[in-house]
């Protein structure tokens, strides 16, 4: 993949001729995005001298001002830097990249990305078909057990303390808590809030001990890549071909796979497929035949464990939120969460 020394590289004719061939012209359409994204996006419309088009999407951000690469301690832009990583290739063989080129100069990274929107999962609060979340957890089982005995990570990797931290109840004691959107920084702020209200007293002081206390309690399984966001809207499939594309790596970390599998779980809970036991039936299934049939009851243990930390911390104070408007299935979210932090606490 070809990195360019400037952003507006990727949508230079001449420029962009030199990765896909002979380019006549380019056109520019603007996008939007699901999230609380500060990154721009852009879809290119690239008409080739030959007369056919494709279509391709550029997301140009500065880690200077990005709140996620605020908050995960990102100076380099991780996402162009994990390409440029040779340790980090084989996540390519875990999932199907969609990148095609980078750029990046003193203050802005940019990706160049196929379009992947034909194969994008609609936008809608409603349950995953059971072969989509099985090709989901099954690709991010493929990336924990590839980088399953790795012993050191590359520094662009965000690390543990960055989770605990990243929206957890005491993320607004942080001094870079302003760097995120002010409607998201409400929302967060609120959501806690109403956690502390409703929450019992041994959980709220369960996900208020320190960072260094809760990454050594919870967070001591065997570290491994991760991708850091995994909610459904960062993930593209094939159903023909059961191809998984993943994109959005701007908070991958060096971290125990219980991370993603919590982060999954917490995030997409009106998406998943049946419960979350059968998502992590199925996890675990798929992780066991990758590592050789040799995951161990504890360190699976550990893993669950991790999850439903990390599940909560991320996303406890966006289901306390949905309790308080009174949302569909948010006492049953609610509950779920609740019950497996007291067996925690």
Known sequence: MKCFSRPGDLSDP???STVLGPIRRVREQAMTTVGFTTASHRRLIAEFDDGHEE????????PQTDWTAI????????????LEEPSLV????????????????????ALLMQDLSPHLLPDVRAPLEVDQEIALLEALARLHGRFWHSSQAPACL?????????????CAESPTFEAMPIPLRERIAAGWTHVARRAPRTITRLLNL??????????????????????VANFAIDA?????????????????????????????????AETKEAALTRYRKRLHMELGNALSESEWAAIERCAVMCGALMGLWSKAMLLENNAPNADREWSWWVERLDALA
């Open 210 to 231: 320190p960072a260094a206390e809760i990454v050594h309690e919870f967070f001591s399984g065997r570290k491994t890549v991760i991708h850091g966001d995994v909610k």
């Open 90 to 109: 084989a996540i390519w063989e875990c999932v199907t990249s969609p990148y095609i080129a980078c750029a990046k100069d003193n203050e802005t990274t």
């Open 14 to 16: 001449v420029a962009l």
């Open 158 to 170: 965000a690390r543990s303390e960055d989770f605990v931290e990243f929206i957890g109840p005491r």
């Open 240 to 272: 023909r071909s059961s191809t998984v594309w993943a994109f959005d790596w701007a908070i991958a970390g060096y971290a125990p796979a219980g991370v993603d599998l919590g982060w999954y779980l917490s995030v997409n809970g009106s998406r998943i």
């Open 55 to 62: 279509s391709f999407v550029c997301k140009q951000t500065s």
């Open 71 to 82: 908050r995960s301690r990102d100076t380099r832009g991780r996402e162009v830097a994990i």
